[in-house]
Each structure stands twice: as structure tokens, then as C-alpha cells.
């Protein structure tokens, strides 16, 4: 039989991820019940194996559970974000040598294209690919390998389920999917939303393999290619190709709730500035300039007395991404947006009009000349890198204030060991 070229879509996924992120900086949490909570230590977002054994819910607000997770002993963390950004790029790194195309899905996500000679039983490639994760990296991943990225993600979720498969399961090899695909309930299935789930039921389409074999006219009707799509590609016939290089973002937003309401309006331009400056950082990382910004605010819908939202926008006479720029452009708005007898709950800006740096047009009235336009831009570079190198905040704008009491609440955040020099764990052998 001549040698076949086939390729296997691998979904490979950080289990528990954020809170696996902290047992990397602490490894005395290994093996301990452990929640991360988010902004502003909100709500439940990542649960270890052993806290989602002791049956606490995702998406439970902290004050409502702070007694038990107490009482349970269950160890609780702040969103520490510039961690898990950056063991996501390195986890995303190590995944670039081992297929020959990645995806990268979402921060602790990815689908890679692998080779499949001879329709070959992927297993054990997965299994070296987890312990070369966990070697280098220290976090545990599961791998789901199948012909689709539907059907590895269906994979991906029956790795993790069946603790016999080790976190690794390869739906390609086995001789008939159709029992695995009874496995996965209708509203697992990648790409099924609240809506068409509850469609499905209504017809008793309880799981994948249903779905797979319903009639394609009725689901055609119902939600068109897209839906056929979901069919052909539970069949096995792949039609999502692999997402190599995402689109330019359109947009960039920062915002942010305060830690308690915001009263003056001293305390709002600096949070205005302080989320201008990270947008105009991002902006200068994905290599864009905006050319519109809007500032938005909003009080606590729930307290009680009246609610008030607003928002104002202004377009920029030349779009740009220095932060002196955004920073006189944003500031009037939040004097305009901001009232007296209103205290805010949330802020944001949003970046608008973005497009390549590489396009810069010159305004007629507002002429920049280039060599100005280089110092700039060497001046931002510089800040930013020594803001990456030794901290956010290393070098600031005055306009953002020091230690502001808006400033999200952070009370249980581990440190930054992998992005702040002074963080690095030191060991000291004598
Ligand atoms: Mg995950």
C-alpha cells in the first residue's frame, strides 16, 4: 500500500490554567485545593482538580463563598494576568516545534496540523508532548488529535473526561468514533450556542453523533453553512481551516471596575490616563495607530439610586499611538463625561479607526516632520521596554497618578517571578 500524507488536527489545551500557573510559581500548592479569582477579585474563573473535587462552582462570587473556601482550607489568588500572558507565549513557543502549523485559539489554547503517516496512532506523540510541556514549562496539558478541529476538540474534551487516556486521546485511530461522539452531551459541541442546543433537544438530538447524523436539509434551514459546516466536520470532513495569521484588530479597549466608586474628578483623569497609556501601549505592540478615542463611564447599575452611563468621542486630526497624543485627546473627555453627584463605578477608553503603522498619511494643517516623528517613536520604544524589563509603572506618566485607592483590587495576587527581575525566585546553596 503506497505511503499516505495525511495530516491530524491536534486541540492542545492547559488544564486549569490559571491556577496550574500558580502552582508553578509556589509548587507547595501541587496537589492543594486552589481558586484564582478575577478583577478585582470578583468571582471563582480557575479551580484546581482538587478544588473542583470539593464541588466549587465556577463563577461564584468570592464574598459569597470567602467563609467556606476558608473553612475548606482552599487556597485563594487574585488574577495575576502578566503571568499567565507570559507562560501562555512560552507554552505557545515550545507548541511551535512540535506541529507545522499552530493556531493559537485563545491564551491557553492551540490547534496544530500534524503529520499522520499511514493513518498512525497519534498517542504517544501526544504523551511526549505533554511531558516536554511539563518538563520545560511545568504545566499540565491535555491533547485531543482528530481529523477536524470539531472533532479534536471533541477529542480534547474525552482526553480529559476518561481518566484511563492519560490527557491524551487520538479520535482518528479508533475504528468507529460513534460511540466517543455519544460521549459528548449537544451543548459540549464546539460551536453549538444556547440557542441551537435547545433546538437540538427539542428534536431529542442529545449528543454529537446525533447531530452528525441528522438530515443536513433540516439543520441547513435552521442555521445555513455554518451549520453544515458543524456536520461535515463531525463526519470528519474537515472544512475550518487552521487560523494562521488572526485579522488586525479594529478595535483596542482597557477597561476597568474601580475598587470604590470614583467621587472626584482628580481621581477619574488619572484612571482615564492610566487606561489611555496601557492602550496606547498595546497599540505600539500590535504595531497600529488610532485614529479615533472614546472615553466611557458608567455608575454601579445595582445600588440602587439612578444610573448613569455616558460616553464622548473625539477623532484624532492624524491617527497616532504615541501616548502624550492620546493622553490630550482623552483627558477633556473625562472632564466632560464627569459629574459631580455621580459616583462611577467603571471607566474605559477605546481605541477606534486603527490601522497599520506602516500607513501613516500626512495631514496637510498638521504637518510632523519625520525626524521629530523618529524621536518620538524612539522614546516610546525606550519607555516600553523598560516598563517590559523592570515592571509596569518603571516609568510613568505624572497624568496617572501613584498608588491610586480606584486601582483594582488585587489582594491576593502571587508574584510576577517570570516577568519582574525582582521577583525571580533566588536559591541560595552553601
Ligand atoms: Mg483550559
Known sequence: MPATRQRAIALIDGNN???????????????????????????????????????????????QVKRELERLGVVVRSSNYALYADMSQRLMTILERW???????????????????????????????????????????????????????????????????????????VADPTPHLEQVAIEDVWGIGRRLS????????????????????????????????????????SCLPLILTPPPKQETCVSRSFSEPVRSLAQLREAIATYTARAAEKLRRQHQRAGALSVFVRSNPFNGTSFYSNSATVTLALPSNDTAVLLAAALPLAERLFHPHRPLQKAGVLLQHLQGEEMLQHHLLQPLPPEQQQRRAALLATIDRLNQRYGRGTVQWAACGLQPAWAMRRERLSRAATTRLEAIPRVLAC
Open 17 to 63: 490554567f490559571y491556577a496550574s500557573c500558580e502552582a508553578v510559581l509556589e509548587p507547595a500548592l501541587l496537589g492543594r485545593a486552589l481558586v484564582v479569582l478575577s478583577n478585582n477579585d470578583g468571582c471563582i474563573v480557575s479551580r484546581s482538580a482538587e478544588a473542583r473535587r470539593l464541588g466549587i462552582a465556577m463563577g461564584q462570587p468570592y464574598f
Open 99 to 173: 506541529v507545522e502549523d499552530l493556531e493559537i485559539y485563545s491564551i491557553d489554547e492551540a490547534f496544530g496540523l500534524v503529520p499522520r503517516r499511514n493513518g498512525a496512532d497519534l498517542t504517544a506523540w501526544g504523551q511526549q508532548l505533554r511531558r516536554a510541556v511539563r518538563r520545560e514549562l511545568g504545566l499540565p496539558v491535555a491533547v485531543g488529535l482528530a481529523p477536524t478541529k470539531v472533532l479534536a476538540k471533541l477529542a480534547n474534551r474525552l482526553a480529559k473526561a476518561d481518566p484511563t487516556q492519560g490527557q491524551v486521546f487520538d479520535l482518528g485511530a
Open 198 to 237: 435547545r433546538w437540538c433537544r427539542l428534536r431529542g438530538i442529545a449528543h454529537a453523533r446525533a447531530l452528525r447524523d441528522m438530515p443536513s436539509g433540516e439543520l441547513r434551514q435552521k442555521c445555513g453553512v455554518v451549520g453544515l459546516r458543524l456536520q461535515q466536520e463531525l463526519r470528519g470532513h
